[in-house]
């Protein structure tokens, strides 16, 4: 699913939107919550346990509602602290783009029901024009910057009832050195490694010669999709964000 500083970069937009004190006072939890579903790199849970979104399952379904349902408490957030508020909004935006990602690019254009019918090239193309969206918004070093300081300055004083401190404290740290890396193609590896290897590109060599191929591969995937479908997922991660933490700030 899109990759972290992307969603970072989403979560800003949702804030400069709506404009609510609690969001623009508290933007480093705010961005700290909207990368928080993908914890599970470091804890090694499973996808649904933060996603709250089965993949095998292609009925409709909402990973907000998910969450909700599991943990009432945070649904309110008049009995919770700002920063707690924040985190839960930007958790908001998080599994509000995976689920448009799923559901509009995913799925139709490269998952099992596509015409590329889901097999490893599908899938590391999926994951390739993912990394090259996220690398777009954070070439901009100034936006990046902002994120950091911001997410640097969060206290952690929070109440989430379903990651503990000394974790969220270490996925903090992941954050802050995510988002100021330079985001080069050598970092893929990261993000299609397990993909690679089950696709048999295992020695250096063949991993500098995938990458040598991917500005290939990205145009290729570009050509797909085209930008104007990738311009409107980001739009409408945007939109749709915007509507989910304000129904959730509004609900008190």
């Known amino acids: 699913m899109p990759p972290l500083g992307l969603h970072t970069v989403v979560a800003k937009e949702v804030g400069d939107r709506l404009r609510y004190h609690v969001?623009?006072?508290?933007?480093?939890?705010?961005y700290l919550g909207s990368t928080?579903?993908?914890?599970?790199?470091?804890?090694?849970w499973e996808r649904g346990r933060t996603h709250f979104f089965d993949l095998s399952n292609f009925d409709e379904?909402?990973?907000?509602?998910?969450?909700?349902?599991?943990?009432?408490?945070?649904?309110?957030?008049?009995?919770?602290?700002?920063?707690t508020v924040?985190?839960?909004a930007g958790y908001v935006t998080h599994l509000v783009m995976d689920e448009l990602w799923i559901n509009t690019i995913y799925r139709p254009f490269f998952g099992v029901r596509s015409p590329l019918g889901g097999d490893l090239r599908a899938n590391i193309m999926d994951r390739a024009i993912q990394f090259s969206l996220d690398r777009q918004k954070r070439i901009d070093r100034e936006l990046m910057a902002h994120v950091l300081d911001e997410v640097a300055r969060s206290d952690l004083a929070l109440e989430i009832d379903f990651i503990d401190e000394k974790t969220l404290h270490r996925w903090k740290e992941v954050i802050l050195?995510?988002?100021?890396?330079?985001?080069?193609?050598?970092?893929?590896?990261?993000?299609?490694d397990r993909h690679?290897?089950?696709?048999?590109?295992?020695s250096p060599e063949q991993f500098k010669e995938f990458l040598r191929s991917l500005p290939d591969l990205v145009d290729e995937t570009l050509r797909y999709l085209t930008e104007e479908r990738l311009r409107e997922f980001m739009d409408l991660s945007v939109e749709h964000g915007v509507g989910a933490v304000k129904e959730y700030l509004e609900c008190e």
């Not at 928080?36 to 090694?44: N, Q, Y």
């Not at 050195?177 to 590896?189: C, H, L, Q, Y």
């Open 23 to 30: 969001l623009d006072e508290e933007r480093g939890n705010l």
């Open 36 to 44: 928080a579903p993908d914890i599970r790199v470091i804890t090694r």
């Open 61 to 83: 379904q909402s990973g907000v509602a998910g969450l909700f349902n599991a943990y009432p408490r945070l649904r309110e957030p008049g009995s919770l602290g700002a920063g």
């Open 86 to 88: 924040a985190f839960m």
């Open 177 to 192: 050195d995510v988002v100021s890396s330079s985001p080069d193609w050598e970092r893929f590896r990261n993000i299609a």
């Open 196 to 202: 690679l290897r089950e696709a048999g590109i295992e």
